[in-house]
């Protein structure tokens, strides 16, 4: 199962129900590097007992006798991909032990709110429009008008290009769309309205 971003709703009680039944998945992956807030390629996956043996084949080095049983002598070495590695779990820990379980229900939370603070600004635009609802963090939308879409990119450039927000290009149902991914525990509801009428400024001066 793929929880790159969505793993992260278990944070808290308002989301975790989106969750209901991954625990039948056999394996769960999780990028912390995303709503963790720690650098780039940090991310754990989650292997049900029963297929650890198949882990172990799939990630051991087989022509490297000196690594010994991985199931007799248990290391993380032996059930990750990489048999040498830096630290990367590091960053995370020290966020998990700075935040702690508290800290990130709250920044998921928060997270989730503006998403769908700015959701709800899109849905009462005469701008733009909403390409799915709004669940977690992300929002997915467009261009209102359909002859716009030839525009998209121009738009997502010109927003990108003022240095005070950074969203990504999708496509999704046959649409060009914009990606806006909230992770930042310092987002608040001031940088919505400001970024939403940003939005409204550059969508005005589309060609």
Not at 23 to 51: G, M, R
Not at 117 to 144: E, M, W, Y
Not at 162 to 183: C, E, S
């Amino acid at each position: 199962m793929d929880a790159a971003f969505g793993g992260f709703a278990a944070c808290s009680d308002e989301t975790k129900h989106l969750l209901e039944g991954w625990e039948q998945a056999d394996s769960i992956t999780v990028d912390c590097h995303k709503w963790l807030n720690v650098p780039y390629e940090s991310a754990v996956f989650f292997v049900k007992d029963q297929y650890r043996l198949l882990q172990v084949e799939t990630f051991q080095n087989s022509n490297a006798p000196y690594l010994g049983d991985p199931l007799e002598n248990f290391s993380y070495l032996n059930f990750l991909p990489e048999n040498s590695r830096r630290l990367k779990a590091l960053p995370a820990w020290f966020s998990i032990m700075a935040y702690g379980k508290q800290g990130y229900q709250e920044i998921v939370e928060n997270n989730i709110r503006w998403a769908k603070q700015l959701g709800h600004f899109i849905d009462s635009s005469s701008d733009f429009k909403l390409l799915a609802p709004v669940r977690l963090n992300t929002v997915c939308f467009t261009l209102k008008n359909e002859a716009d879409q030839d525009k998209v990119n121009e738009f997502l450039e010109k927003l990108n290009s003022t240095g005070k927000v950074f969203m990504t290009p999708t496509f999704y149902n046959q649409h060009k769309g914009i990606r806006a991914a909230f992770v930042n525990w310092r987002t608040n509801e001031n940088d919505i309205s400001m970024v939403f009428d940003l939005m409204k400024e550059i969508s005005k001066t589309l060609n």
